[in-house]
């Protein structure tokens, strides 16, 4: 009997060391470093084109456990480190970047907040807020709404404020983004950025998409061996795309902003991709006057504060200009202990403010 254990032992000795050997193979595979890449070409049931992170593209072995349903050009796939065979798909989800671009408060900025503006008030409401909350109105006319619209004017004259209170007053999903955002430093990353920007929009429609100093990447196009210009008008195009593809009467809407209309390509603003252009002007006396009643209504303020004159003068102070007097004058009262802000404390921040910017320096306190 002991030598028949003896045998069979020696039998099965092979077999061991032959699932060793496969277990081995197993936890080399699960332990093994996979690649992230984007398939952008499928030739057959085994073969296809990936592009990497760092642009290159490669023609490469589709394995046979992949589920071929899921692929289809675009999609993410994982790709073995040393073949670059796709080896996996990767399940459709939101870019992380993307998803801090959605606000999950609204802001708190109103309508009240934007000193004077009534015109381009009016004018935003008919074009980004009426077609959400009541798209039958434009129906019952025949009309289509605006598909997109952009605010321009120097800086500090609420473009960004009337933006965010657009978003306060609709119930729609507000995605932010500054234009210089879009520009990536891999090659095709901005204009992947782009789609997934406009397809959160739409998942979470009714939604407002506000570019803001959309100037980084709609600058108007040129011959330019620079990689990273190429890049940028890649990424501007991608843009193009994305608001050629939208219904007008869709419940989506592009909100952009700029202080340079005058360097946008023409192809970006023309009738059809943004359908509305607004004005933000410095503002003139009425709205001076609106906008100090705004920034010291909850300040206390001397007998001998006159505003007025601030409201006549004959200046180029633009809305953030005046809050910045205003929050000023209070910090001169302040560091000499008062409470009450006076006419000289006024007086001195408006020096500043207009010394800082004739000078160019970066706006802040001017203290």
Known sequence: MEQEFIQNQERLKPQEERQEEERAK?????????????????????????????????????????????LEPGCAVLLNHKTHAVIGVLAEDTDPMVSVMKLEKAPQETYADVGGLDQQIQEIKESVELPLTHPEYYEEMGI???KGVILYGSPGTGKTLLAKAVAN??????????????????????????????????????????????????????????????????????????????????????????????????????PGRIDRKIEFPLPDEKTKRRIFQIHTSRMTLADDVNLDEF?????????????AMCTEAG???????????????????????????KEGAPEALYL
Request: aromatic letters at 6%; proline letters at 3%.
């Open 26 to 70: 197993v936890n080399d595979l699960r332990g093994t470093p996979m690649a992230v890449g984007s398939l952008e070409e499928i030739i057959d049931d085994q073969h296809a084109i990936v592009s990497t992170n760092v642009g290159s593209e490669h023609y490469v072995s589709i394995l046979s456990f992949v589920d071929k349903e899921q």
């Open 311 to 323: 409201v006549t003068a004959k200046d180029e102070l633009s809305g953030a200009d005046i809050k």
């Open 144 to 146: 289509k709404p605006p």
């Open 169 to 270: 007053q609709t119930s729609a999903t507000f995605l932010r983004v500054v234009g210089s955002e879009l520009i990536q430093k891999y090659l095709g990353d901005g204009p992947k950025m782009v789609r997934e920007l406009f397809r959160v929009a739409e998942e979470h429609a009714p939604s407002i998409v506000f570019i803001d100093e959309i100037d980084a990447v709609g600058t108007k196009r040129y011959d330019s061996n620079s990689g990273g210009e190429r890049e940028i008008q890649r990424t501007m195009l991608e843009l193009l795309n994305q608001l050629d593809g939208f219904d007008s009467r869709g419940d989506v809407k592009v909100l952009m902003a700029t202080n340079r209309i005058d360097s946008l390509d023409p192809a970006l603003i023309r």
């Open 331 to 357: 910090l001169l009262a302040l560091r000499e202990r008062r409470m009450r802000v006076t006419m000289e404390d006024f007086k001195k921040s408006k020096e500043n403010v207009l010394y800082r910017k």
